[in-house]
């Protein structure tokens, strides 16, 4: 472990500008002093964290001196994670440079898009984009220019999200209780320029290495890690809660832009996947249960380190019953904290297995 090299104190993290902003659903960046204070007290050295999403939580570990491997199953999360860390000035110049110059065209987001998420003229404009994307011969330059648009494209969205087509809601001239409409309205240049300054403060700021691996399912990875950290989703008891697939669609699309036409389902209303081209993501309580306890024992030598909210499914007690047969002690630690989306209060839980 390198702390001494740059040490942070929990209340630094805490406080610390450095992490990117992110309007992703579940993003651990509200609570990573905490998290990684506790992740900190494991003395890990090698630390997988397989459901890395914004990489909020592979670039804490970075600061503190811990090598990391970051890891999705979906590929807009990797590559979206490899602009992050691995951009430089001259690949943010370019890409500067290319959305500025990009010209707007008709392509598949204009044709399927249209009256759905974006207006027709930032639909032409994102196909104008994703155009230079495709011919961008520098892979740097690809991926951090792809990570800023993943951001600008969550920040235009109402509820930052796809599981509907909502455009109305950006549209309508109705009196607003919310005050979304200037972030909604200001331009995907202006939205992409905000978040290429902050991919270079990240990469500027690691201090131990993240190897990004190719999207794969949380089991799938090789290398000798003494700490799992996983983050899966969570499920409400009451309702029926979304899915990764179902609210980041759009974005999973763009990460697979040349053959996306191949991969929607025309008959969805918000033309989502089809059922045979999703990546097999954790989307219900019984498949998180199965999901934990393969990590466990897939990873046999690592202690874990499980993210988690009181009161969802599948229930703290299930989880720490299947822990308790493949680890021989399992600790929880919790704090009080409040979501993204909404200010009620909840516990944030850390369940902790270790042999
Ligand atoms: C709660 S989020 C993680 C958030 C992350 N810790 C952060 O701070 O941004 C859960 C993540 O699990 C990923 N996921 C779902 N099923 C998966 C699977 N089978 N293997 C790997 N990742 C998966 C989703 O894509 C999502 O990014």
């Known amino acids: 472990m390198l702390v001494s090299k740059k040490s942070l104190s929990r209340r630094d993290l805490l406080e610390d500008r450095r992490f990117a902003a992110t309007r992703y659903y579940g993003s651990k960046r509200r609570q990573i002093g905490w998290l990684a204070q506790h992740l900190l007290e494991l003395s890990p050295t090698h630390v997988l ?196 697939m179902r609210r980041y669609h759009f974005l999973e699309g763009l990460a697979n832009y040349s053959n996306w036409h191949t991969l929607f389902d025309v008959n969805s209303g918000v033309k989502e996947f089809k059922q045979e081209c999703r990546p097999s993501e954790w989307d219900s309580a019984d498949k998180v249960l199965a999901g934990i306890f393969s990590v466990a024992e897939t990873y046999s030598r690592a202690s874990l380190a499980i993210s988690y909210v009181d009161e969802e499914e599948p229930s703290i007690r299930r989880i720490t019953h299947a822990l308790k047969k493949v680890r021989k002690k399992v600790r929880h630690v919790s704090i009080a904290t409040s979501t993204a989306l909404s200010n009620s209060t909840r516990r944030e839980m850390l369940i902790i297995a270790t042999n």
């Open 49 to 244: 964290d397989p459901m890395g999403g914004t990489g909020t939580v592979s670039h804490a570990l970075s600061l503190l001196g811990i090598e990391v491997t970051y890891g999705d199953l979906f590929r807009f999360n990797v590559q979206a994670a490899r602009g992050l860390f691995t951009s430089n000035k001259e690949n943010v110049l370019q890409a500067r440079r290319a959305v500025q110059t990009a010209i707007s065209c008709d392509g598949i987001i204009t044709r399927e898009f249209s009256g759905m998420f974006f207006t027709d003229d930032e639909n032409r404009w994102l196909d104008g984009v994703m155009k230079k994307i495709g011919f961008g011969k520098a892979e740097g330059y690809r991926n951090v220019l792809f990570y800023a648009l993943a951001q600008a494209c969550l920040k235009k969205r109402p509820y930052n999200l796809f599981h509907r087509a909502n455009l109305y809601m950006r549209l309508s001239d109705v009196p607003r209780t919310f005050g979304n409409l200037v972030t909604w309205n200001t331009s995907f240049v202006d939205h992409i320029n905000t978040s290429l300054l902050d991919a270079i403060r990240v990469s500027e700021s690691l201090v131990a290495p993240i190897t990004v691996v190719d999207a794969c399912d949380a089991t799938d990875h090789k290398g000798n890690f003494d700490l799992v950290y996983v983050d899966p989703p969570y499920f409400r008891k009451k309702s029926s809660t979304d899915s990764y």
